[in-house]
C-alpha cells in the first residue's frame, strides 16, 4: 500500500499539516542525524570509543610526534658530533706534525750553534799533539765559547764559586767548615737555568760556619 500526500492547492509549499511519504520521512531522520553529529570528534569512529579513549587515543598521538621529532634531533645532534669528531682528528693531526716540525728546528737550531765548537775541539786536538801545554788554553777557550753560545740560547749559568746557596737550583753534595753559611766554595757541575725554571742543577760544596 502507497501513501500519498494529500494535496490542497496545486503548486503550494508544503505545510506543517502535510501528510509525508514515509521515504521523505527516513530523509528527513538523516538530515536531522547529520546535523546533530555536526564537527563531533568522535563521527566516524566505531560504536563504544568515548571521550576518554578519544583523549587518551590523541595523547599517545601526541607523544609519538614527539618521539619522532626527538629522533630526528637526535640524528642531527650525532651529524654534527661525527662532523666535530672528524674536525678535531684533523686538528690533532695537524698539532702532531706542527710539534715534530718545531722539534726538529730546535734541534738543527742546537746543532748549529755547537758545529763552530766541534770544530774549535778539532783544531785543539791536531794543536794539542804539537803543544800538549797549550791544549789547556784552548780548553778553556772551548769553554767560554759553549757558555756564550747557551747564553744565546736564553740560558743562564748558575752555580757559580762564591755564589750563595740556592736548593731550587743548586744540589749540595758536601758541606764543609767555612767562613760563611751556605756560601758555594767548590764545583763539581755547573747548572743552568732559563728564568725561574731549573734546566739542571748545579752540583756544588757548601760551606757552614763551625760552632
Not at 640524528?75 to 658530533?81: S, T
Not at 789547556?136 to 748558575?158: I, M, N, P, Y
Not at 732559563?194 to 760551606?207: E, F, H, K, N, Y
Amino acid at each position: 500500500m502507497f501513501w500519498r500526500k494529500k494535496m490542497t492547492q496545486p503548486d503550494k509549499p508544503h505545510t506543517e499539516n502535510e501528510i509525508l511519504e514515509p521515504e521523505t520521512l527516513q530523509d528527513n531522520e538523516l538530515d536531522l542525524e547529520r546535523e546533530a553529529t555536526d564537527g563531533n570528534p568522535l563521527e566516524g569512529m566505531p560504536e563504544g570509543i568515548d571521550e576518554g579513549m578519544m583523549a587518551q587515543v590523541q595523547e599517545m598521538m601526541a607523544r609519538m610526534q614527539k618521539a619522532d621529532d626527538l629522533e630526528r634531533e637526535l640524528a642531527e645532534l650525532k651529524m654534527r658530533y661525527n662532523r666535530l669528531l672528524g674536525d678535531f682528528d684533523g686538528y690533532r693531526t695537524r698539532t702532531a706534525l706542527e710539534a715534530k716540525e718545531a722539534e726538529a728546528r730546535g734541534i738543527s737550531r742546537a746543532a748549529e750553534t755547537l758545529f763552530p765548537v766541534m770544530d774549535d775541539m778539532a783544531r785543539a786536538v791536531e794543536y794539542g799533539k804539537q803543544n800538549p801545554q797549550g791544549i789547556v788554553d784552548g780548553l778553556g777557550a772551548l769553554q767560554s765559547k759553549l757558555v756564550k753560545l747557551f747564553e744565546s740560547l736564553g740560558l743562564e749559568q748558575t752555580g757559580q764559586k762564591g755564589e750563595k746557596f740556592d736548593p731550587a737550583f743548586h744540589e749540595a753534595l758536601q758541606v764543609v767548615s767555612g767562613a760563611e753559611d751556605d756560601t758555594i766554595v767548590e764545583v763539581f757541575q755547573s747548572g743552568f737555568r732559563m728564568g725561574d725554571r731549573l734546566i739542571r742543577p748545579a752540583r756544588v760544596v757548601v760551606s757552614k760556619v763551625s760552632n
